[in-house]
């Protein structure tokens, strides 16, 4: 397992949704229904359109009826994604069940795929800082801000895949253990959050 297959199904999926640019577009997923690189795939689409989500909805002139849907619809973005990520986890703790942790392992303090969430943000980051480095319509000032931002977020793409793969390295030859922490999301569960239960 390696982070350039999840660097590269990240790119393919934020590529593929810039070919409409549009929220409402269905995922394009090319991959296996029961395949890992499906999960990857869909979990970025999620990521990518919640993304433009978040933009619109900053928009100073949105009606508030609007702003409410959207809202909510960031909302079940936000179960979709959480559910995805512990699917994607569900696969990783399958691959490993079989390796014997060594006495000494340590427990790694986030799970695979909360690591691999990271990433699939990260690839947002890298992909809309390099917009803004070659618009046309800015500053020189805001052009040498962005590169330098950019500059970074590539530095943190190497240092996390290179943390992602020295991590399943770890989980290979059992010096580290994960363990599954369901994030027990209670805010869309009406059995759970008080006001819709009322």
Known sequence: MSSK?????FK????????????????????????????LFFKNWTDTVQWHLEDIIRAEDIEPAAALKIKRTIDHSNQVRTDTVEQIDDYFFDKYQ???????????????????????????????MREETNRTDASEAHLAKCQHKLNVLLQQDIDLSLAIDQLFDALQSGSRIV??????????????????RK
């Open 179 to 196: 363990k599954t922490y369901k994030q027990m999301k209670m805010y869309n569960d009406p059995e759970l959050n008080p006001v819709l």
């Open 98 to 128: 079989n390796v014997t942790p060594k006495s000494d392992a340590q427990i790694n303090t986030e799970t695979p795929a909360w690591a691999i969430d990271r990433l699939s943000i990260l690839n947002l980051k890298v992909y809309h």
């Open 5 to 9: 297959l999840f660097n590269r199904i």
């Open 12 to 39: 393919e999926s934020i590529d593929a949704y810039h070919i409409k640019d549009d929220i409402n577009t269905p995922c394009p997923n090319p991959y296996s229904v029961d395949s890992l690189e499906h999960l």
